[in-house]
């Protein structure tokens, strides 16, 4: 039998892998009487950690929330990957100080071998730069900006908040900036993204209904916000998809509308989301509205679609796609 302090761990460490409990079948995992199991709940109740019960046939106890945190007991994957997701870091400003201490007391009584494991990982591991200008910085979104957008989300209310103007990504940086303008706004909030160690929030413009992706380390909150609304569906459904689309839309310097005679499901399953949107309009053909930095490169994009296809706009890209073409024609010696 276990002696009364470690049963009180393992209890803890029971009701965090799974809600409810029965008495029974905690007398069975801890090798104790159920009034033995009673008198242990009634010890981490005078400690200070709520143990909600039911009464009756289908009766259990579940850890309730209380004022004080428990011990938090991971086996050996969970406290893996907690290490490894805070070193990884987030994006997220004014938390870095809290990171460095939780993973200080994390690594500190880590057994040996999962402290190998970490280090390991994070010896061998190298990370792409998120900004190809190797000046800038990641911007950082403040924490409680996001717990502020996300209780947004959750309760349903209105947002209101200043939009600043993002600055414009220079030679091949990946674009910052979104489709929506600069000044102060008030939306309906829907979901959190986060991409490329950057969150943005998709909402939706309650008078026009238009949809936008709002970078949040742009956004200064105002308080109040607004009233409640009814949620609309975003068209799609998919949150990731709009905003890679939304943000990659606003860095193409160039924009071509093409006819491709494909179902648009052929069409989705062969690019990236962030190369464009995809109408359908029969079942055996679907319009790409696509975009990049110059007419050449939509033009070999296309060419990699490996499907026939009409240009629509700009009249320009048919030179392009000729040129290409051609050159293509005299490499296979024809």
Not at 5 to 13: E, K
Not at 90 to 107: D, M, N, Q
Not at 110 to 132: D, G, K, M
Request: charged content about 25%; glycine content about 8%.
């Amino acid at each position: 039998m276990l002696e009364t302090s470690a049963r009180l761990l393992a209890l803890l460490s029971l009701f965090q892998s799974r809600p409810d409990w029965t008495g029974r079948e905690l007398a069975e995992r801890l090798g104790v009487t159920a009034r033995t199991v009673r008198n242990d709940i009634g010890r981490l109740r005078d400690l200070g950690y709520p143990v909600d019960a039911t009464r009756g046939a289908a009766g259990s106890y579940r850890l309730g929330a209380g004022t004080r945190l428990p011990p938090l007991l991971l086996d050996d994957e969970e406290a893996v990957a907690v290490a490894i997701g805070l070193r990884a870091g987030s994006g997220v400003g004014g938390i870095e100080e809290s990171s460095a201490r939780a993973l200080a007391k994390l690594e500190q009584v880590l057994p040996h071998r999962l402290h190998r494991q970490v280090r390991a990982l994070h010896e061998a591991t190298s990370r792409a730069p998120e900004n190809l200008d190797t000046d800038a910085e990641d911007p950082e979104t403040g924490a409680e900006v996001l717990t502020a957008i996300a209780s947004a989300v959750r309760d349903g209310v209105q947002l209101r908040f200043d939009y600043a103007a993002a600055v414009e990504p220079a030679g091949d940086e990946a674009p910052s900036a979104t489709a929506a303008p600069a000044g102060r706004k008030l939306v309906e909030p829907y979901r959190l993204v986060s991409w490329r160690r950057r969150w943005y929030l998709v909402a939706r413009d309650p008078e026009s209904g238009a949809w936008s992706a709002f970078r949040a380390d742009l956004m200064t909150l105002r308080t109040p916000g607004g009233p409640a609304f009814t949620p609309t569906p975003l068209p799609g459904g998919d949150y990731t998809s709009f905003v890679l689309r939304d943000v990659a839309a606003t860095g193409w310097k160039v924009h071509a509308r093409v006819t491709v005679h494909a179902p648009a499901e052929q069409v989705l399953a062969r690019i990236n989301a962030t190369v464009g949107v995809v109408e359908s309009v029969a079942a055996d053909r679907c319009v790409l509205v696509t975009g990049a930095d110059s007419l050449e490169t939509i033009a070999a994009y296309l060419g990699m679609l490996g499907l026939d296809f009409e240009i629509v706009s700009p009249p320009e890209l048919r030179a392009r796609v000729a040129d290409l073409g051609r050159r293509y024609l005299r490499a296979a010696g024809s």
